[in-house]
């Protein structure tokens, strides 16, 4: 279908930022991958992850034809056999009995569907998505505030504002385009402020002028204190509050007197800074609060939207320029969602299920049989169904809930007893995979077609620039498939993407008349080459008017009953406390270079080189208490299960925290699934689980050897009581260790190759061994064991299976485990895209390259997709003040 060498403009697949892409197709089938530059979410620029989208679109693993049961099947026995079976069920269990779980990361086309077939053909509400960890709190906090969920604000705002305020938000990493053109306005406007609210130390604090560490799930008491700060000082906007809002007093009452001193004892922040911060608030107009995953996942998340939006409110800072809260959303279609409904507690268009005229239009809309009366079971409780045998027939769509659910293990247990469960997946490498009766191959991105919403309302096309490879099929089609053969052809024969995108845009203007904020009225007759052509735009677009002003409620017109804005009360609610046998709080989250489960960006050693293994951050002072060296295992336990990973001991986070990334799956390591420990907490309005809380125990997992292999191939089995491994160029790498002394060898043995020249070198006395095999002067393997974690450079030794042959000098070397004095280590990778690591980065550094621009034209590190910016800025920090400290040191003595 695709000329070779034609350029698709198209969207990143990934954040929430929506970066478009330039994706480029060549005759020998690589496709290389450029940002846009007249896309207004990027200007030209991507980030780490968005550069290497061309390395990850191998067939490798993909799945490529519907199978039964484990068995290839034709799409018609498979789409029959899941209308029949949900059909089925409903007949004889009622439609309460089946239940789609879906993704913000399948398209609004897709999702349109699936929420059109649940709530109006099938009439139950048992829809609901991977949105319910992610963005739920900010839809029942800006529904309780707005009447409506409504992010008022745009990108521009963060570069328009003099005071940005940071919560709960890892945007260097997790945002980094978004992130990068903060940190160039901030270069514009020496007077801009950037202020970062996080229990740890991120890569973020980099543009920090001031980082309040506050104990986890504490913001409450901290914006609360300021909207009673704000109220005492008579800094509130009387105006704004008076004409466009409701409920002012309740809430300063709530939150009651703002005394600095308590605050501070509830949040563990010093005085000064907590002062510090509510003056900078007080006397910057132009202020924007940015918030995530910090705030939304949490037991007490929607309280904690509330309490930022209450200080919004009551200054009038909302929906002008450079003011406003902002929940930035986390997957590419997170917004798409929800305009379509797709949470259980929705209806499409941003309607509202409780609305009994809502539920009229969408059913008049639809013409459809029946619709949803009630809220459908939010994510959590809806595997809780499962388990217990309410749910008979499950379909889940683009997402991992055995890997990203929390109490992962239990929701394993839920599928293996559900009676029929569809999993929609591009990869076979997925841990949901095997708990699949019927598997429908999905097209992946690049070779599907539709909109994505991303964070500031701003809707652009995906396109396709490959074929579909085997049988696979899109999402929105495997739905409608179904959708018609369940008896509702009519309404779902949609010929392409173009068509459902119509009928949303429909239903977004029917009997709307400006009494609703998600309008997009004006596309709902685009043609299907003006679909293909469409142009990225942000909403509302009604279909009578000039594209208007696309902030909100600057001057009020709020979409709650009385059309004023809502305080709401809330109330400080001390985070659970941590028990004796689990006195740590877990905190999870996401690394620079990875995607959740790591499907597609696990691929690429360009991106898994960042961090090639699962790790805890433990802070220095616990681990001296227990006993944990740099390097070693640490298992991390709950109630609900248990991981491996590595100790990283570092003081970014507070003593009493741990933080493990939630990326690491089964695919990948040997136990690593961090979710098997998250509790299944949930915040009582959204049904949001509190993933960044849960106590656990931490202890040093003893372990007789440690090993560190480079392989040609993947192995098939690792036996080894901990392992994970990664891709590097022209093989992999892996970490293992073993309990028991005798297993190194014998793992050695199991991976080594057959046909090779093999040299080992062993200290019994010292408890190491090493072993290298050769083809010609090709390394083929190299092993590494010891009795304490093995200290080779990673960097180098994975650089040796790319080498052209080595010469006799360098395969000592291997041996020996040591890098040849010529080619000086490079240590830890810091910049991906010319795998530049933190050696390097001190050298120049000393040779008198002091800042981060000194380093680019030195080293090129940081200047192409500037993600690593921020990490350099803080080796710098770093080094610098090592070199003050060395000063004074020498000064003192
Ligand atoms: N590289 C990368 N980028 C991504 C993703 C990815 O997988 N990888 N995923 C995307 C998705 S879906 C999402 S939702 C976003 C998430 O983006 P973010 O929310 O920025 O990312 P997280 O790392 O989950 O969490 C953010 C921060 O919340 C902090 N935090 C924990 N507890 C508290 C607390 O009680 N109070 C406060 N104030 N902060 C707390 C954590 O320490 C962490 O630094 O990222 C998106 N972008
Ligand atoms: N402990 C902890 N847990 C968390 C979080 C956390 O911070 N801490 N964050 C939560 C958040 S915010 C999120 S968003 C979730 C993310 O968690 P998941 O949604 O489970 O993670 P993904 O790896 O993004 O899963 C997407 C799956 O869809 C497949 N896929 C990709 N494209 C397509 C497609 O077009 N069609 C189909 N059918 N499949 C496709 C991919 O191969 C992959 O297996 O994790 C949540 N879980
Ligand atoms: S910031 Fe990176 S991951 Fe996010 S959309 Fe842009 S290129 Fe993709
Ligand atoms: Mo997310």
Known sequence: MTNNNKTTRTTCPYCGVGCGVLATRHPDGTVSVAGDPDHPSNYGRLCSKGSALGETLSLEDRLLYPEISGKRATWNDALDLVARTFQEAV???????????????????DYYVANKLMKGFIGSANIDTNSRLCMASSVAGHR???????????YEDLELADLVVLVGSNLAWCHPVLFQRLEAAKAANPAMRVVVIDPRKTATCAIADLHLQL?????????????????????????YVKRFTEGFAAAVKAAGPCEIGQIAETTGLKRQDIALFYEMVARTEKTVTVYSQGVNQSVVGTDKVNAIVNTHLATGRIGKPGMGPFSVTGQPNA???????????????????????HRRIVQDFWKSPAIAEKPGLKTVELFNAVRDGRIKALWIMATSPVDSLPDADGVAEALKACPFVVVSEVTRAADTVPYANVLLPAAAWGEKDGTVTNSERRISRQRAFLDLPGDVRPDWWQLSEVGSRMGYAEAF???GPAAIFREHAGLSGYRNEGSRD????????????????????????????????????????????????????VVFKAPRQTERR???????????????????????????????????EIHPLDAKRLKIAPADLVKVQSPHGSVLVRALITDRGGEGQVFVPMHWTDQLAFNARVDAVVAPATDPHSGQPGSKFTPVAVTKAPMAWFGFAVLRQRPAKIAADYWALAPVPGGYRLECAGRNEADFAELATSLGLADCETVEISDVAGGWFRQAQWKEDHLQTAFYFSASPVEVSRQWACSLLSEDALAPRDRASVLAGRVPADRPDPGALVCSCFQVGCNQIAEAARCGAESVNAIGETLKAGTNCGSCRSEIQTLLDDIAKESLDDANIAKAS
Do not use: C
């Not at 309780?144 to 745009?154: E, I, L, M, N, Y």
């Not at 309008?519 to 279909?543: K, R, S, T």
């Not at 960006?601 to 293994?613: C, D, N, S, V």
């Open 91 to 109: 007949r004889d269990h009622g439609p309460e009995s089946v239940a789609f779980y879906v993704s913000g990361q399948i398209l609004t086309e």
């Open 144 to 154: 309780r505030a707005f009447g409506s969920d409504t992010v008022p604000g745009t």
């Open 215 to 239: 104990k986890p799930d504490t913001d409450v008491a901290l914006f609360n204190g300021l909207l009673s700060f704000l109220a005492e000082a008579d800094l509130v906007n009387d105006g």
């Open 335 to 357: 917004m798409g969602g929800r305009e379509v409904g797709g949470l259980a507690n929705m209806l499409a268009s941003h309607m509202v299920l409780e609305n009994a005229e």
């Open 493 to 495: 024969s949609y010929p």
């Open 518 to 569: 998600f309008d997009i009225g004006a596309y709902e007759d685009v043609a299907d080459a003006g679909f293909d052509a469409l142009e990225p735009f942000q909403w509302p677009q009604p279909a009578d008017t000039q594209a208007a002003e696309t902030r909100f409620f600057a001057e009020g017109g709020f979409y709650t009953e009385t059309g004023q804005g809502q305080f709401v009360p």
């Open 582 to 616: 689990y006195p740590f709080v877990l905190n999870t989250g996401r690394i620079r270079d990875q995607w959740h489960t790591m499907t597609r960006t696990g691929k690429t050693p360009r991106l898994t080189a960042h961090f090639a293994e699962p790790f805890a």
